[in-house]
């Protein structure tokens, strides 16, 4: 895959398209970190499936640093004699998929800068709206880029704002003065491990403990694998930095006023594990109460409940326990095929759905089914499994989907297609439902967002077109056409 655009990847066909993972750890105990590093990301790579890597690095001695990275997914980028050979107490790992610059080897994170005080690494969950002004102006001033990702303006802004700060966690700072839009950021000094979340808190970032070991995770789920206790969240804008010396520090003065914090719901809705809690707030229990909204506001009569795989599978059971419908499975996913594939030709590429999905006939045959997905993006996905009940006798298939229409650009790294790719652009519920040749349609009312993640501020830009920063001005994707 190395080198090719993501067209040719196939992984722009439909649906919608994941974050990257970010991973940190220190064991102030000097023990080895690369493994738990490695299994960390492999908890994350629902978030990025292009590429990954990791870098670790010795407090201690030489502060040698090690890293690896490579294109496709976390088990097959290490091997075990890859791992063996990587040594250090302190290590950053990411898992990507690409929202700014072409998803090449080059572009893998995390990027690794040696600079005037030893080796910095970073790596990057977000989207900068700024960055390409940024990235001119440091040109001008005779910066030389080795990737074109907007990660690299960050990680280039604390190196030089290190120069002339008393610590990395300040350098953070002032360079947070300057990049704007979404990041959640692990940073690995020379003996600090540095967390950073944007004052909007776009993106996830917490910490969790075990024995004498920290972790910086984008998600909790991270820190279950691993067998580390979740200790808490980093704060939108909050900087923390962790070190044997100091323990865990934070730094607050980026921090906007709680109610200001624009949190993306489709974390919430589709980007995060089930099994992982943001902000506190568990992602599981808020894709339930999504489909107990859904059965409240839009109830129909059926025989069966049944979710989309994996997304739509909570908000299914939500929406059972709500009605008292039966829950059941008429999907069987395909496990050993990811988020991203290499899919058939765009022009016969409904057939990518049967690739991920087949139907259970004795399931479904002589029922009406109500059919549950957290989201309809392009119409792909559900018009062909709408199809298929119907051709395994299913007699009425009403599809009920737990978040608003899509209809506006994302700029804080959810990657969406153009508009008129977007099924709900120009259209009414109804000429969608004809679309999909549903017998009814419903989505989430936009108002029980808030209730459904316990009233956290969050973004839901995607669904109204109104953004908590101004959009950018320009072309923020970097080099690749999409
Ligand atoms: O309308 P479309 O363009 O088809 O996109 C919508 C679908 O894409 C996502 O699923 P995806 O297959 O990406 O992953 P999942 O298995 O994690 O739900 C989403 O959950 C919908 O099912
Ligand atoms: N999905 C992400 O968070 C991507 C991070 C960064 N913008 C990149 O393209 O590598
Ligand atoms: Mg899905």
């Known amino acids: 895959m190395e080198g090719k655009n993501r067209m040719e990847q196939g992984n722009v066909l439909d649906g919608l398209h994941e974050e990257c993972g970010v991973f940190g750890i220190y064991d102030f105990d000097g023990g080895n970190v690369a493994s738990s590093v490695y299994y960390g990301l492999l908890a994350l790579q629902h978030r990025g499936q292009e590429s990954c890597g990791i870098a670790v690095g010795d407090t201690d001695g030489p502060r040698k640093v090690t890293t690896h990275k490579g294109m ?11 791992l063996e050979n990587m040594h250090g107490d302190i290590g950053v790992g990411h898992t990507r998929y690409s929202t700014a610059g072409s998803s090449t080897r080059e572009n893998a994170q995390p990027l690794v800068l040696n600079y005037i005080k030893g080796t910095l690494a970073v790596a990057h969950n977000g989207n900068l709206i700024n960055a390409p002004q940024l990235r001119r102006e440091l040109e001008y001033s005779g910066a030389i880029f080795q990737t074109t990702i907007d990660s690299e303006v960050i ?58 070991t920290y972790i910086l995770a984008s998600e909790s789920c991270a820190l279950q694998t691993i067998g580390a206790e979740f200790v808490r969240d980093v704060e939108p804008g909050e900087i923390v930095s962790i070190s044997p010396k100091y323990g865990i520090v934070s730094d607050k003065s980026h921090c906007l006023p709680k109610e200001k914090a624009a949190r993306c719901i489709f974390e919430y809705i589709y980007f995060a594990r089930p099994d992982s809690h943001i902000d506190g707030v568990s992602v599981y229990g808020s894709r339930i109460e999504a489909g ?13 409940v049944v979710g989309v795989p994996e997304s ?66 392009r119409g792909t996905t559900s018009d062909r499994i709408v199809k298929m009940l119907r051709d395994a006798g ?29 099924i709900a652009y120009n259209r009414t519920v109804e000429d969608i439902r004809q679309v999909i040749g549903a017998d009814s349609l419903a989505y989430l009312k936009l108002e029980r967002l808030s209730d459904m993640v316990g009233g956290l501020p969050y973004c839901s830009g995607c669904f109204t077109g109104k953004y908590p920063l101004d959009p950018p001005t320009e072309d923020i994707r970097g080099d690749y056409d999409k």
């Open 292 to 304: 107990k909204y859904l059965a409240m506001d839009s109830p129909v009569d059926a025989d069966l």
């Open 72 to 82: 496709g997914l976390v088990n097959e980028v290490f091997t075990p004699e890859i």
């Open 155 to 212: 990680a280039y802004h604390i190196a030089r704002e290190r120069v002339n700060s008393a610590s990395v966690e300040e350098a953070v700072s002032h360079a947070m003065n300057k990049i704007q839009g979404a990041y959640s950021l692990v940073v690995m000094s020379p003996r600090k491990l540095v967390g950073a979340r944007d004052p909007y808190g776009f993106r996830p970032l917490c910490i969790g403990k075990r024995d004498n």
């Open 394 to 422: 299913a007699t009425e298939v009403h599809m009920r989907v737990s978040s608003p229409p899509f209809l506006y650009p994302c700029y804080f790294g959810t990657d969406v297609p153009a508009r008129e790719q977007l």
């Open 312 to 377: 739509g599978n909570a908000a299914a059971l939500g929406y059972s326990l709500q009605s008292g419908i039966p829950y059941g499975t008429a999907f069987v996913k395909n496990s050993y095929i990811g988020r991203t594939f290499i899919k058939p030709k765009q022009s016969n590429r409904e057939s990518s759905v049967q690739v991920k999905l087949s139907v259970l006939k004795e399931a479904v045959a002589g029922k009406r089914i109500i059919m549950i997905d957290d989201s309809i993006v």
